[in-house]
């Protein structure tokens, strides 16, 4: 199965992942938002999809969240968001994140073909353990829908590999213990946890938590194929409420440092 996200590690060029909350603040200051990143160069856009109990998130996220479903936002305007996406790069990898209770209350089979008729490439579903993954991955391998998996730094050899036997697209490596968007990363502990990865899977392993800026992702991106960025973002959504234009150009600014930072 050789989908979108597989394509475009066949450069050897560091990629970097962004994170936006679907919907945050509203749907069309959303797309505006996704549309500013894409025009950055962003390699893969990942879309959140609102939840309102995202317990491995930090409050940064959990806020956009909670400003994306007091506007009414659901997984139809999220399979919109993804859609319009596609729209302006066709061959951009859009990845929905998320919880599984949406998918199951959705329905498995016909979220997932939803996500393929909105060129939706790969999921990342945060709360999905191995041993629960069947019917949906069934679904996702009929449809060519990867499902990236996370990986942590507790993440012992046996457990590793009972991940990877449904692991596809790339690895998302969990790069600090505890919720998104707090402490930095540690690089040492990193090196050597993307090393003994490596040894057993030839997936990119993308590290994301704890990266805030272009520094982050330059010395990450030393290390691993690439870097994912997310709470830095919202935080500026949250930040510019009032002022779009002003979240609009800082979004603009932010995300062209960002690249600049996957250049190593």
Not at 68 to 95: C, E, M, Q, R, T
Not at 161 to 190: P, R, W
Not at 239 to 260: A, P, R, T, V
């Amino acid at each position: 199965m050789t989908n979108l996200i597989s394509q475009i590690f066949k450069n050897k060029d560091k990629k970097l992942v962004t994170f936006v909350t679907g919907g945050d603040p509203d749907f069309d200051t959303s797309f505006e938002i996704i549309k500013t990143i894409i025009s950055n160069g962003v390699d893969i856009i990942e879309i959140g999809m609102p939840f309102s109990d995202p317990m491995a998130d930090g409050p940064t996220i959990q806020l956009s969240s909670n400003r994306a479903i007091s506007k009414g936002i659901d997984l139809n305007d999220i399979f919109s968001l993804a859609s319009k996406a596609k729209k302006i790069k066709v061959d951009l990898p859009i990845i929905l994140m998320g919880y599984y209770n949406l998918i199951l209350h959705f329905g498995i089979k016909k979220f997932v073909k939803k996500c393929k008729e909105n060129g939706v490439d790969g999921l990342i579903i945060v709360d999905l353990q191995p041993e629960e993954d069947t019917d949906l991955i069934n679904e996702l391998n009929n449809n060519q829908v990867d499902l990236i998996r996370l990986i942590t730094p507790t993440t012992n050899e046996d457990r590793l590999k009972l991940i990877l036997n449904n692991a596809s697209g790339f690895l998302y490596y969990v790069s600090v213990m505890g919720i998104t968007g707090q402490k930095s990363a540690n690089l040492d502990e990193l090196r050597q946890s993307v090393e003994f990865i490596k040894k057993h899977t030839d997936l990119p392993v993308i590290p994301g938590f704890g990266i805030k800026n272009e520094n982050d992702v330059n010395k990450i991106c030393k290390i691993a194929d690439g870097a994912v960025v997310g709470s830095s973002i919202i935080k500026i959504i949250e930040e510019n409420l009032n002022d779009k234009e002003k979240m609009l150009s800082e979004i603009n600014k932010f995300s062209k440092d960002l690249k600049n930072g996957t250049k190593i």
